[in-house]
């Protein structure tokens, strides 16, 4: 008996498929039963024979279990029943062999070998029926093979949807990254340019005090020669008052005079001296905080430089994500 939806029915009768096509296989279900576990074996027998539908009966199941399925199946042929259960417990098996992996070639070549098989024994069995079981086993072997197609078919839809909302969440990650990346790019150019000015004007700062130092330490060169005339001056002076005072000894009472002008030459003379003295310490002094200076500076100049040269290289960093942002967008851009 049929009892299905109009489409279905629609289908049946495209193949061929009728009430008495299903009484008459029902009216052999003895014979069937009578074959059926010989049918199995011999399938199984030859299916084992492909290495590849071997590896997924191992990976998937048993030889036992599939055969218990195999007798069940073949048995159904002579129900004499089609209805929505009958078709679902067929779109169930056929997506069950999709997501295992059996590929439709092997699963709708089994139905031909699986014909070719039943007929040998049919032959044996019924000489004078086979031809027309054959007939009505290959219709509903025909029907079973759409209703495996369509299991197949719905699958493949399934996996590309998913593969589309796959691809749409890829998408949507991209775009969120891209704008992102867009935000920190505007920011990130503007710490840059910002980083990379003061940088350089703090290096040009640096470097035109380390010039201002070079120059005073150019004039205390120069004090420090006066100071040394200076104290040649002092010497020269002292000993002119030695020799005035020795004269002015010989001299006597004539001298006395000549002797006080020595005395003060000498006077001016050890004072001249000791300020050279003081000239000189306060020379070293100065020229010892102008080595500290001198040092910090260029220490604080190569400072200045190497944040001058990192930001080039947070410059180039931007450059880089830059190309990232524009390489996600014309991926985004293809992924529409």
Do not use: C
């Not at 089609?82 to 439709?104: M, P, Q, V």
Request: aromatic share 6%.
């Amino acid at each position: 008996m049929i009892n299905v939806t109009e489409a279905r029915k629609k289908q049946l009768d495209y193949i061929g498929i009728t009430n008495d096509t299903l009484a008459f296989l029902k009216s052999h279900e003895q014979t069937f039963k009578q074959i059926t576990e010989l049918v199995v074996d011999e399938l199984y027998a030859r299916v084992y024979k492909q290495p590849e539908l071997a590896a997924i009966i191992t990976a998937h199941s048993t030889i036992e279990r599939l055969k218990s399925t195999q007798i069940w199946y073949f048995q159904t042929m002579t129900a004499g029943l089609i209805d929505e259960a009958f078709i679902e417990k067929r779109l169930y098996i056929g997506s069950l062999h999709s997501r295992i992996g059996l590929t439709t070639e092997w699963y709708l070549g089994t139905y031909m070998l699986y014909l070719d098989i039943a007929t040998h024994f049919l032959m044996s069995v019924v000489p004078d029926e086979w031809l027309r079981i054959i007939q009505a086993l290959s219709k509903m072997f025909n029907f079973d093979s759409q209703l495996v197609l369509e299991a197949y078919e719905k699958d493949e839809k399934a996996l590309v949807q998913k593969m589309a909302d796959d691809r749409q969440m890829m998408i949507t990650t991209i775009s969120a990254a891209v704008q992102e990346l867009a935000t920190m790019m505007i920011e990130l150019t503007g710490s840059t340019q910002s980083v990379a000015h003061t940088a350089t004007h703090t290096a040009q700062l640096q470097e035109d005090s380390h010039d201002k130092v070079e120059q005073l330490n150019t004039q205390m060169k120069d004090i420090q020669l006066m100071g040394k005339v200076i104290q040649e001056v002092a010497d020269q002076t002292n000993l002119l008052g030695l020799n005035a005072a020795i004269e002015a000894a010989r001299a006597g009472e004539a001298g006395y005079g000549f002797e006080i002008v020595a005395r003060e030459i000498r006077k001016l003379a050890e004072n001249s001296k000791q300020s050279s003295k003081t000239i000189q310490e306060k020379l070293r002094g100065m020229n010892t905080i102008i080595a500290d200076v001198k040092q910090r500076n260029d220490e604080t100049v190569k400072l200045a430089r190497a944040q001058a040269e990192s930001s080039k290289e947070l410059a180039s960093f931007v450059t880089m994500i830059e190309s990232i942002t524009d390489e996600l967008s014309k991926l985004q851009g293809v992924a529409g």
